[in-house]
């Protein structure tokens, strides 16, 4: 483990932060020298954005009291992407349960097999691993971009986001990202006739 975490603590991380953006906070933030307790702050900074997904979700899929706090542990951009364009709330569910528990249930047991193996096989960046979450995110969005207004806040989104990059903490960027896609929202939103 080149950040210094032990089988255990990584195989903890992983179930109880699940959130792969966050968890590559954390440990980068730790591999750098800095404080667990600022790995911590910076994962969730950057998880917030999932509190964005919740508000999208929470009317969709229509759950709540515990089934809504369990379904948090898999609000995760892929659980999400594959619940928000189903035509209806038990399709939104199949969608949303489906993709979280086969991610939460394949990344648990990827990270047990593979955490004993990381020290073995040194920097995943000498591989090129560390481009594969950008690399899937594209393909996450490929369906909601078929609305012409889309396309339009995923380029701001993404200007915004860019700018922040050399002078935030990570996460910060992601958020404003998110903001970008807020205002567009309650800028385009139908009015309700009185």
Do not use: K
């Not at 955490?115 to 995943?124: I, V, Y």
């Not at 207004?149 to 200007?159: I, Q």
Request: with cysteine; hydrophobic share 55%; proline share 6%.
């Amino acid at each position: 483990m080149t950040a210094g975490l032990s089988v255990l603590q990584t195989c903890a991380l992983s179930l109880l932060v699940f959130t792969g953006a966050s968890q590559f906070a954390f440990v980068g933030v730790i591999a750098a020298g800095g404080a667990p307790l600022s790995g911590a702050m910076t994962a969730i900074l950057l998880g917030t954005r999932n509190t964005l997904y919740g508000l999208r979700m929470a009317p969709l899929l229509q759950w709540s009291g515990l089934r809504r706090v369990a379904a948090a542990q898999i609000l995760i951009d892929e659980s999400t992407a594959m619940a928000v364009n189903r035509g209806s709330t038990p399709a939104a569910r199949i969608g949303f349960l489906s993709t979280g528990l086969a991610v939460f249930v394949l990344w648990n047991a990827a990270t047990t097999a593979g955490a004993p193996a990381g020290t073995a096989m040194g920097d995943p960046r000498t591989f090129g691993l560390d481009a594969a979450v950008g690399a899937a995110f594209p393909a996450l969005l490929w369906p909601r971009l078929s609305d012409r207004r889309n396309p339009v806040v995923a380029v701001l989104a993404t200007a915004v986001a860019l700018g922040p990059v050399p002078f935030t903490a990570a996460g910060v960027p992601v958020l404003a990202a998110g903001g970008v896609a807020l205002l567009a929202g309650a800028l385009t939103r139908p009015r309700e006739r009185s």
